[in-house]
């Protein structure tokens, strides 16, 4: 059909018209500038201590405004990514702790904002409308007496044995390099300096009786070396203040001293009030551990990476169990993957992730395992070229090819890189023999024999200064309802 010829120049000015309308009509419901500020900081209690799981909200301050939401990590760090420009407030709340709040936060640009938020308790004077949560009546446990722990030994090898004591360790400091990086350490506190201060909190523990006292006392009789005294000053704090921070402390003081079943109860009962807080679910699974269930100490680590699969601490402890373990886990081996992908630029990623990978091994020469492990490895040396343990196990790849030449240049820099590297002065030795090295042979098997019996000692010495637990269960049976 053709258009009138007197219709046409009047279409062409409608277009006309609608074309420089467009802008004007666009500009009115243009959307707002890209959010692209940063908001961040710590949460912290009166003391500095980090409050992993506390709840953070980001809400504009007009009446009708969004609010944002996240969770502190285990260090107590949160943050806001792509924030849109505004004035708004910052919350923080925890169980057991008043909130805190700044309010005519502004943000504008580009701005990477740090703002720290300290949380204090929830005294008897705080608003009867503010909630703590209630904690269990009475353990189903008693903590009685202590006892040398030298001669006790433990289930499983020496290997897993030592594992669960240097995951107990680790446990029990979950949460303090914050506070290190914010706060410079003191000069080291003489232990007459200590008594003195502890007996200035006992004095001010009985003109008022408040959790955060009997908190400090606790701190102060562990560093004293009186662990008893130390426990059940954790739980009278705990009982009277069931925060994060106190349940944690005294589940970890437990869990140190060897008594993973009184542990396994208060981090059950803490990750019940704290869902959120990724250092309990850690320290439920390291107690799990210790009391000899690998599987439930797999499911309870793996929960906790979930809950941020952002934070390493998860996969680092799994990684340190299945590397002590002679079975392969499923459930490990996909988080320790994940945390591979997840995180390609560290090392300890690649080298955990190659130990699994290695104990999935078939035996087979084409195996795709092998090849994997070993991309693995060399991709962890070259982000850490001091990683002792990653050029050992490239050097037992090898020596399972018959390659002892490659192999003895792997224990070599494994050696250079930790001297004290036990295995690998061990099956440097082994390997020196096989190829008609006897002098050498010699002379790394002696070093390691002299390393085994240095390390012998001091694991020795160190489970006699910290004593064991002696406790009773009311309820047997209470872990497995």
Same mark, same amino acid.
Request: proline share 6%; aromatic share 6%.
């Given at each position: 059909?053709i258009a009138?010829?007197?219709?046409?120049?009047?279409a062409a000015a409608?277009?006309l018209?609608?074309?420089?309308?467009?802008?004007g009509?666009l500009?009115?419901?243009?959307p707002s500038?890209?959010?692209?500020?940063i908001v961040r900081g710590y949460?912290?209690d009166?003391?500095?201590i980090?409050?992993p799981? =506390?709840?953070?909200? !980001?809400?504009l301050e007009?009446?009708?405004?969004?609010?944002? &939401?996240?969770?502190?990590g285990?260090?107590?760090s949160?943050?806001?990514s792509?924030? =849109?420009?505004g004035s708004y407030i910052?919350r =923080?709340?925890a169980?057991g702790y008043?909130?805190?709040?700044?309010?005519?936060?502004?943000?504008a640009?580009?701005?990477? !904002?740090?703002?720290?938020?300290?949380?204090e308790l929830a005294?008897?004077?705080?608003?009867p409308t503010?909630?703590?949560?209630?904690?269990?009546?009475?353990p189903?446990?008693t903590?009685?007496?202590v006892?040398?722990?030298t001669?006790?030994?433990?289930? #499983?090898?020496?290997?897993?044995?030592?594992?669960?004591?240097?995951?107990?360790?680790?446990?029990?400091s979950?949460?303090? /390099?914050?506070v290190?990086?914010?706060? /410079?350490?003191?000069?080291?506190?003489?232990?007459e300096d200590l008594?003195k201060?502890?007996?200035?909190? &006992?004095?001010?523990?009985?003109?008022?009786d408040k959790a955060?006292?009997?908190?400090l006392?606790?701190?102060?009789?562990?560093?004293?070396g009186?662990p008893?005294?130390?426990?059940r000053?954790y739980?009278?704090a $705990?009982e009277?203040?069931p925060?994060?921070?106190?349940?944690?402390?005294w589940?970890?003081?437990?869990l140190?001293?060897r008594?993973?079943? /009184?542990?396994?109860?208060?981090?059950?009962?803490?990750?019940?009030l704290f869902?959120?807080?990724?250092?309990?679910?850690?320290s439920?699974?390291v107690a799990?551990? $210790?009391? #000899?269930?690998n599987d439930?100490a797999?499911?309870?680590? #793996?929960e906790?990476a979930?809950l941020?699969p952002a934070?390493?601490?998860?996969?680092l402890?799994?990684?340190?169990?299945q590397s002590a373990?002679?079975t392969?886990?499923?459930?490990?081996?996909e988080?320790?993957a994940?945390?591979?992908?997840?995180?390609?630029?560290?090392?300890?990623?690649?080298?955990y992730?190659a130990?699994?990978?290695?104990?999935r091994?078939?035996?087979l020469?084409?195996d795709p395992?092998?090849a994997?492990?070993?991309a693995q490895l060399?991709n962890?040396i &070259?982000l850490?070229?001091?990683?002792?343990?990653a050029?050992l196990q490239l050097?037992?790849l090898? $020596?399972? @090819?018959?390659?002892?030449p490659?192999?003895?240049s792997y224990?070599q @820099?494994?050696?250079?890189?930790? /001297?004290?590297?036990?295995?690998?002065h061990?099956r440097?030795?082994?390997?020196?023999?096989l190829?008609?090295?006897t002098s050498?042979a010699?002379?790394e098997?002696q070093?390691?024999?002299?390393?085994? @019996?240095?390390?012998?000692e001091e694991?020795?010495?160190?489970?006699?200064e910290s004593?064991?637990?002696?406790y009773t269960? @009311?309820d047997?049976?209470?872990?497995?309802h």
């Amino acid at each position: 059909m053709i258009a009138h010829p007197s219709r046409q120049p009047r279409a062409a000015a409608n277009a006309l018209l609608i074309v420089f309308l467009i802008p004007g009509l666009l500009q009115g419901q243009s959307p707002s500038p890209p959010a692209s500020a940063i908001v961040r900081g710590y949460v912290r209690d009166a003391h500095g201590i980090a409050v992993p799981g =506390a709840t953070v909200s !980001l809400s504009l301050e007009r009446a009708d405004g969004a609010t944002i &939401r996240t969770s502190a990590g285990t260090n107590g760090s949160y943050v806001f990514s792509a924030v =849109a420009q505004g004035s708004y407030i910052l919350r =923080a709340n925890a169980p057991g702790y008043r909130e805190a709040t700044t309010t005519s936060v502004t943000v504008a640009g580009n701005h990477d !904002l740090q703002i720290d938020l300290k949380l204090e308790l929830a005294g008897k004077s705080s608003s009867p409308t503010a909630k703590t949560p209630e904690f269990f009546d009475e353990p189903h446990f008693t903590v009685s007496d202590v006892t040398d722990t030298t001669s006790l030994g433990g289930h #499983g090898s020496d290997t897993i044995v030592r594992t669960r004591e240097s995951l107990a360790k680790e446990t029990a400091s979950l949460g303090k /390099p914050s506070v290190a990086a914010s706060h /410079p350490a003191p000069a080291e506190a003489t232990e007459e300096d200590l008594r003195k201060e502890a007996e200035r909190t &006992r004095s001010a523990i009985a003109h008022e009786d408040k959790a955060e006292l009997h908190h400090l006392l606790a701190d102060i009789d562990e560093k004293l070396g009186k662990p008893l005294d130390a426990v059940r000053e954790y739980q009278r704090a $705990a009982e009277m203040d069931p925060s994060e921070p106190n349940l944690f402390d005294w589940g970890a003081e437990l869990l140190l001293h060897r008594a993973p079943q /009184p542990a396994i109860e208060v981090f059950t009962q803490g990750h019940q009030l704290f869902p959120s807080s990724v250092r309990m679910l850690v320290s439920l699974g390291v107690a799990w551990y $210790a009391e #000899g269930s690998n599987d439930q100490a797999a499911q309870r680590l #793996g929960e906790a990476a979930d809950l941020n699969p952002a934070d390493s601490v998860p996969y680092l402890f799994l990684g340190k169990i299945q590397s002590a373990e002679a079975t392969p886990s499923d459930a490990i081996f996909e988080k320790l993957a994940r945390f591979a992908r997840l995180q390609p630029d560290n090392a300890m990623a690649n080298y955990y992730y190659a130990m699994s990978l290695w104990k999935r091994r078939t035996g087979l020469a084409d195996d795709p395992n092998l090849a994997q492990a070993r991309a693995q490895l060399e991709n962890a040396i &070259r982000l850490d070229p001091k990683l002792g343990a990653a050029y050992l196990q490239l050097g037992i790849l090898d $020596a399972a @090819k018959n390659d002892l030449p490659q192999a003895i240049s792997y224990y070599q @820099k494994a050696v250079e890189a930790n /001297p004290r590297l036990e295995e690998a002065h061990y099956r440097l030795a082994q390997a020196y023999r096989l190829t008609g090295e006897t002098s050498q042979a010699q002379a790394e098997l002696q070093l390691y024999q002299a390393l085994a @019996k240095t390390s012998a000692e001091e694991l020795e010495r160190e489970r006699h200064e910290s004593k064991q637990f002696v406790y009773t269960l @009311k309820d047997p049976g209470y872990l497995s309802h």
